[in-house]
């Protein structure tokens, strides 16, 4: 019961944190700062959007019995997009930080509930 909760948290979760963290950035915080930062910040978020989306592809065609990424491929790279992700989040300011290292700590830990028994 708790691997299910968590997974319905992250994979829910996830999205909703990068979409916030993205409007806040996109509406203030990218403004305030510098071109490297705001090209760290855009690093950061896509690399979580992307470590999400092969995450969920993944279970999704699991659970399809269709194949069509091999899960432990997927593993071995969602869960380093997402370590640098939440690394390169730290390149935000503000609310847009909290939001983006959170979403890049729940991406690494997306596949406990699914690999670990």
């Given at each position: 019961m708790f691997r299910l909760v968590m997974a319905t948290v992250e994979v829910i979760g996830v999205p909703m944190l990068l979409v916030a963290s993205?409007?806040?950035?996109?509406?203030?915080?990218?403004?305030?700062?510098?071109?490297?930062?705001?090209?760290?910040?855009?690093?950061?978020?896509?690399?979580?959007?992307?470590?999400?989306?092969?995450?969920?592809?993944?279970v999704v065609s699991?659970?399809?019995?269709?194949?069509?990424?091999?899960?432990?491929?997927?593993l071995e790279l969602s869960q380093p997009l997402g370590l640098v992700g939440a690394i390169l989040a730290v390149?935000?300011?503000?609310?847009?930080?909290?939001?983006?290292?959170?979403?890049?700590?729940?991406m690494i830990g997306f596949w406990v509930p699914f690999v670990y028994r």
């Open positions: 993205w409007s806040i950035w996109l509406r203030s915080v990218r403004a305030e700062l510098p071109l490297w930062r705001n090209g760290l910040a855009l690093a950061a978020l896509s690399l979580v959007s992307v470590s999400w989306s092969l995450a969920v592809l993944s699991g659970f399809a019995h269709r194949q069509t990424i091999d899960p432990m491929w997927s390149a935000l300011k503000g609310a847009p930080r909290f939001l983006a290292l959170l979403a890049g700590l729940l």
